[in-house]
């Protein structure tokens, strides 16, 4: 089983629904992460909770919300969602501050 | 303003054929320096991190060297299965809240050949 879950992989909504995406990790890292990867981008960083009552906003949170329910998880919710929300997302986990960040299996998400 | 570049974008190579990868950064104060291996699909997969110049690791083909300014990534005889898109990411310096920002390149597509 993977270290890092997340649900669904693959999902088609269309505009203006609610989507949560869900991540569950089994690493007993602290640190988790919600990434965007669009094509010639390069990752980006959504949001990111260093523990159940750290949350924080990353490089582009606009239109997304985040809820750490445990430490081992942490979900990431388009609450309203548009086109170009269309993009593959990955759930992320570190022990700490410098340590290497490992990612999960990725979610697609197609907004039509 | 932080970035990483990579380069070439895409690299097609004969089996056995040895090539490098690039990645260009411009970061004040680089905490790190990592390679992760990426297949269609699927998400990153952690091959290196680099802490200072002049450090190199190796792991089968592959073989990470930094400098002041960039990163090689080496692969000698290479073979099909090291087909995959290679991203390149720095941490730079912390925001507030200590979170040790990681900037990621757009990544090395690399097709191997038989």
């Known amino acids: 089983d993977a270290d890092v879950t997340q649900t669904p992989r693959n999902r088609i909504t269309k505009t203006g629904k609610r989507i949560m995406l869900e991540c569950s990790q089994t690493?007993?890292?602290?640190?988790m992460y919600w990434y965007r990867q669009d094509p010639g981008l390069g990752l980006r960083l959504i949001y990111y909770?260093?523990?159940?009552?750290?949350?924080n906003k990353g490089e582009i949170s606009d239109g997304y919300s985040v809820s750490r329910q445990a430490q081992a998880k942490f979900s990431l919710s388009l609450e309203s969602a548009i086109p170009n929300q269309t993009a593959l997302y990955f759930c992320?986990?570190?022990?700490?501050?410098?340590?290497?960040?490992?990612f999960g299996e990725g979610s697609w998400l197609t907004v039509v | 303003e932080d970035q990483v570049t990579q380069s070439p974008e895409a690299l097609r190579l004969q089996e056995g054929e040895s090539s490098s990868l690039n990645c260009s950064y411009t970061?004040?104060?680089?905490?790190?320096l990592f390679w992760y291996r990426q297949d269609p699909g699927k998400g990153p997969e952690f091959l290196f991190t680099?802490?200072?110049a002049g450090e190199e690791k190796e792991k089968e083909r592959l073989k990470a060297t930094l400098t002041k300014k960039e990163s090689f990534l080496h692969i000698t005889a290479p073979k099909p299965e090291d087909s995959a898109t290679y991203l390149c990411?720095?941490?730079?310096?912390?925001?507030?809240?200590?979170?040790?920002?990681?900037?990621f390149g757009a990544g090395t597509r690399l097709a191997v050949h038989p």
């Open positions: 992320a986990t570190s022990e700490g501050p410098g340590n290497t960040i490992y």
């Open positions: 690493k007993g890292h602290d640190r």
């Open positions: 909770s260093f523990d159940v009552k750290d949350i």
């Open positions: 970061v004040s104060g680089l905490r790190g």
């Open positions: 680099l802490y200072s």
């Open positions: 990411a720095v941490q730079a310096p912390p925001f507030s809240g200590g979170y040790n920002k990681l900037i």
